[in-house]
């Protein structure tokens, strides 16, 4: 059989007496495109966050790509590309320099001026990050998560920052990815975002996974339209299962 991209059990992060996240059983399958979208707040990033070591769970276990994240931090980052929600760029070096040591980490060969031709940086390959507008940071991020052709990317928001071109760059990308064979997970709070790549998505609200299944399950069981947000699914979802405690996971 073989083992998921993402498997876990029973994760749980607590703050004191705030819940980040609770009690999480998901599995993701090597080659799926899966959405993991909620509003604000609920938990998408502390999932991520645990899954890639750079928190510790309070509770729970998880493995990526059949890996433990806290006990074999190195081998699993070398088969991850990570775009996280909140990052930083070394102001006086060039998107060639930032892709050049992301290579360098991973033992890569990737040649950065193709990766930054892939995400509409062509022209600012010797361009210092510090004269980036947000667009073009978030660009050479995701430039800097496909270094090494990883098993599974992990996306923390990626569209935050883009125009319509950007977004539409972004979905092309993940689709190639998915194409290649590399498993995608990455968060959103806006459906129409991810609706044409997602294989499932999951929803996530105040630390509880709340439904999981096709993009299309969802809009049928609760009628959304394409402009749909998050924040649309739990007018519905809130009343039903949240609220009651039917169909939480």
């Given at each position: 059989?073989?083992t998921p991209?993402?498997?876990?059990?029973?994760?749980?992060?607590r703050?004191?007496?705030t819940?980040?996240?609770?009690?999480?059983?998901?599995?993701?399958?090597?080659?799926e495109?899966?959405?993991?979208?909620?509003p604000?707040?609920?938990?998408?990033?502390?999932?991520?966050?645990?899954?890639?070591?750079?928190?510790?769970?309070?509770?729970?276990?998880?493995s990526?790509?059949g890996y433990?994240?806290?006990?074999?931090?190195?081998?699993c980052?070398?088969?991850?590309?990570?775009?996280?929600?909140?990052y930083?760029?070394?102001d006086?070096?060039?998107?060639?320099?930032?892709l050049?040591?992301?290579?360098?980490?991973?033992?890569a060969t990737?040649?950065?001026?193709?990766?930054?031709?892939r995400?509409?940086?062509?022209?600012?390959v010797?361009q210092?990050?510090?004269?980036?507008?947000q667009?073009?940071?978030?660009?050479?991020?995701?430039a800097?998560?496909?270094?090494?052709?990883p098993?599974?990317?992990?996306?923390?928001?990626p569209?935050?920052g883009?125009d319509?071109?950007?977004?539409a760059?972004?979905r092309?990308v993940?689709?190639?990815?998915?194409?290649r064979?590399?498993t995608v997970?990455?968060?959103?709070?806006?459906l129409?975002?991810?609706?044409?790549?997602?294989?499932r998505?999951g929803i996530?609200?105040?630390?509880?996974?709340?439904?999981?299944?096709?993009?299309?399950?969802l809009?049928?069981?609760?009628?959304l339209?394409d402009?749909?947000?998050?924040?649309d699914?739990?007018?519905?979802?809130?009343?039903?299962s949240?609220?009651?405690?039917?169909?939480?996971?």
């Open positions: 059989m073989t991209a993402i498997e876990t059990e029973g994760l749980s992060k703050y004191g007496e819940v980040a996240l609770e009690r999480l059983d998901l599995s993701v399958s090597r080659g495109v899966f959405g993991f979208l909620g604000n707040g609920a938990g998408k990033s502390t999932t991520i966050n645990l899954l890639l070591n750079y928190a510790k769970p309070t509770e729970g276990t998880a990526v790509l433990d994240p806290w006990n074999e931090v190195v081998e980052h070398r088969r991850v590309g990570i775009l996280p929600d909140r930083d760029t070394y006086g070096l060039s998107a060639r320099r930032h050049q040591l992301v290579r360098d980490t991973k033992r990737d040649d950065p001026e193709a990766l930054l031709e995400v509409g940086l062509a022209d600012a010797d210092p990050a510090g004269e980036f507008s667009g073009m940071e978030q660009r050479l991020a995701l800097m998560s496909l270094v090494g052709e098993d599974l990317l992990v996306l923390d928001e569209f935050t883009l319509p071109h950007g977004v760059l972004v092309d993940v689709a190639a990815e998915a194409e064979g590399a997970f990455f968060s959103s709070h806006v129409g975002q991810v609706q044409v790549v997602c294989d998505v996530l609200h105040r630390g509880r996974l709340v439904d999981v299944g096709s993009l299309a399950d809009r049928s069981k609760l009628d339209g402009d749909a947000t998050v924040e699914v739990f007018v519905d979802l809130t009343a039903d949240v609220r009651s405690g039917e169909g939480v996971r």
